[in-house]
């Protein structure tokens, strides 16, 4: 008997061609759709050729980016959080930290060190999405806390880096103690006139943006990152208007007087150079 057409058809060469195709090689951008090579998206720092989407990073990668080569010296990378309040939601606080640990290799979602930017030495944090969404709990605060007074001590610039969802629910009313914890660093700083640069990129939400992350001298966003305290659809149910249009992003910010600079990843070093440069005392 003969095999009916569709079946040779399903059968054929070209598909089994589509299936040796390495996974990874290609990827579709999340925003316009585009495929994109994965080769040259790494060299473009992960940003859309067509529309200029900035896909997200792992924070280790914007230590790459920012920082002169092998000038990072991480700090207080021994701070591992605990569970003081059992919390349990479909899954216990600590299967959730031990799933994170495993996945980025981090103890938790803040990594932050020293570094230089063409010399300059600063204080650096950055939090890890992929780190239980790059929440905020008592070592992330305490790590950001740590490395602003580090920054002050030493008359060094504090940079950090946000990508988060927020504070982290899991350890309750501890994660909002680090809202007034970081922002009371961030007061320090201003006192002992240190400045502070604070980076957002997408998404930088909720009880961070609302902390340390809106309190830099200057502000500098990625194009279209989410920014702000509440999502828009929570924004919209409780105030039962439209939202005008890119509501949120970077680019509304910008036109708010919310952020000084919208800056794409390519232009992040060089932007972020001449504002320290612009901070340093004349003859450094
Ligand atoms: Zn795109």
């Given at each position: 008997m003969s095999v009916p057409w569709y079946r040779r058809i399903t059968?054929?060469?070209?598909?089994?061609?589509?299936?040796?195709?390495?996974?990874?090689?290609?990827?579709?951008?999340?925003?316009?759709?585009?495929?994109?090579?994965?080769?040259?998206?790494?060299?473009?720092?992960?940003?859309?050729?067509?529309?200029?989407?900035?896909?997200?990073i792992p924070a280790k990668q914007y230590f790459e980016i920012l920082l002169d080569q092998g000038s990072f010296g991480e700090l207080y990378?021994?701070?591992?959080?605990?569970?003081?309040?059992?919390?349990?939601?479909t899954k216990s606080y600590v299967d959730r930290l031990n799933a994170s640990q495993?996945?980025?290799?981090?103890?938790?979602?803040?990594?932050?060190?020293?570094?230089s930017v063409e010399g300059i030495p600063i204080a650096i944090g950055a939090l890890e999405f992929s780190f239980m969404g790059g929440s905020m709990g008592s070592v992330v605060g305490e790590k950001i806390a740590r490395i602003m007074d580090h920054g002050?001590?030493?008359?060094?610039?504090?940079?950090?880096?946000?990508?988060?969802?927020?504070?982290?629910?899991?350890?309750?009313?501890?994660s909002l103690m680090q809202m007034a914890k970081t922002a009371g660093a961030v007061a320090r700083l201003v006192r002992d006139r240190v400045p502070f640069v604070s980076i957002l990129t997408h998404?930088?939400?909720?009880?961070?943006?609302?902390?340390?992350?809106?309190?830099?001298?200057?502000?500098?966003?990625?194009?279209?990152?989410?920014?702000?305290?509440?999502?828009?659809?929570?924004?919209?149910?409780?105030?039962?208007?439209?939202?005008?249009?890119?509501?949120?992003?970077?680019?509304?910010?910008?036109?708010?007087?919310?952020v000084d600079m919208v800056v794409p990843r390519k232009e992040l070093k060089s932007a972020l150079h001449k504002v320290l440069r612009f901070f340093s005392p004349p003859g450094e």
């Open positions: 059968k054929g060469p070209s598909r089994q061609k589509k299936r040796d195709i390495p996974k990874g090689v290609w990827l579709k951008c999340k925003d316009c759709g585009e495929v994109l090579y994965e080769g040259q998206l790494r060299r473009a720092l992960w940003v859309c050729s067509k529309c200029n989407y900035h896909f997200r990378q021994d701070l591992s959080p605990a569970d003081p309040l059992g919390f349990r939601d495993k996945k980025t290799g981090l103890k938790d979602a803040a990594i932050v060190g020293t570094g002050r001590e030493h008359r060094m610039a504090v940079v950090t880096i946000t990508s988060t969802g927020g504070a982290r629910m899991q350890e309750g009313i501890l998404p930088s939400t909720a009880g961070v943006l609302a902390s340390y992350a809106s309190l830099g001298d200057i502000m500098i966003a990625e194009p279209k990152a989410l920014l702000g305290f509440a999502g828009p659809r929570v924004i919209q149910r409780t105030i039962g208007q439209e939202l005008p249009d890119g509501f949120q992003r970077a680019e509304f910010f910008l036109d708010h007087g919310m």
